[in-house]
């Protein structure tokens, strides 16, 4: 299994600009995730998926969209990009057992700048 | 979900057990204590989780106290590849999410 795969590692956009994040899992979890991670911080939860087609808000959802028509995939959206969105945004997936929700894996990683 | 407080940084000699602690005195009875890390740069790794008994794994151990207002993470021989951020997040079974505070930065010195 490849796990969880972001595309691409690194992007440098300008303000205004707009772009879509990657987002792929082969171990057929159900739950997907996105976080984002500013410099010394913690990770903020931007946007979380149960399932294909239903997704919902996290912590700072504001600026983002995503969609979830597969399973597998959970693209990220930035639509006119501002230099606050400058971060590292990491995907992750779990799965479920009865209603417990497992660990999360987590992707390698984008690192996103807005100039 | 259950706040948690680690201290911010911490030092161990390579070879030596790490005990990285972590107060959770809000915790609630159906929470469970996880621990992931970071290692510079990539995507955070689950290292274990625990309700209340201690837990043991091929990574580490996990200790919660019997009031469950505290554990300790404990890797038993320490090497340099282990630097990294440790993060004690308090989640309940059903709860979707994960909260990240700002972790321990563990250094695993020669």
């Known amino acids: 299994n490849a796990g969880v795969t972001q595309t691409p590692k690194f992007r440098i956009l300008k303000i205004g600009q707009s772009m879509t994040l990657q987002c792929a899992q082969d171990m057929n979890h159900n739950y997907m995730y996105w976080y984002r991670q500013d410099p010394g911080m913690g990770l903020k939860l931007i946007y979380y998926s149960v399932g294909a087609g239903i997704t919902d808000k996290g912590e700072v959802p504001n600026g983002y969209n995503v969609s979830r028509s597969t399973t597998e995939d959970f693209p990220l959206r930035l639509e006119l990009a501002a230099p606050s969105q400058t971060s590292v945004y990491f995907c992750a997936s779990s799965s479920t057992g009865g209603r417990f929700v497992y660990e999360q894996y987590f992707g390698p990683g984008t690192r996103l700048t807005v100039t | 979900d259950a706040k948690t407080t680690q201290p911010t940084s911490m030092d161990c000699a390579e070879g030596r057990a790490a005990n990285l602690p972590c107060n959770h005195s809000?915790?609630?009875?159906?929470?469970?204590v996880y621990w992931y890390r970071q290692i510079h740069s990539q995507g955070p790794q689950y290292i274990i989780h625990?309700?209340?008994n201690n837990e043991t794994n091929e990574m580490a151990s996990l200790i919660i106290t019997e009031d469950r207002k505290s554990s300790t993470l404990i890797l038993p021989h320490a090497t340099l590849r282990d630097t990294a951020v440790y993060y004690c997040?308090?989640?309940?079974?059903?709860?979707?999410?994960?909260?990240f505070g700002k972790g321990t930065k563990l250094t695993v010195n020669p």
């Open positions: 809000t915790i609630s009875g159906n929470e469970y």
């Open positions: 997040i308090v989640r309940g079974g059903r709860s979707e999410k994960l909260v």
């Open positions: 625990g309700l209340k």
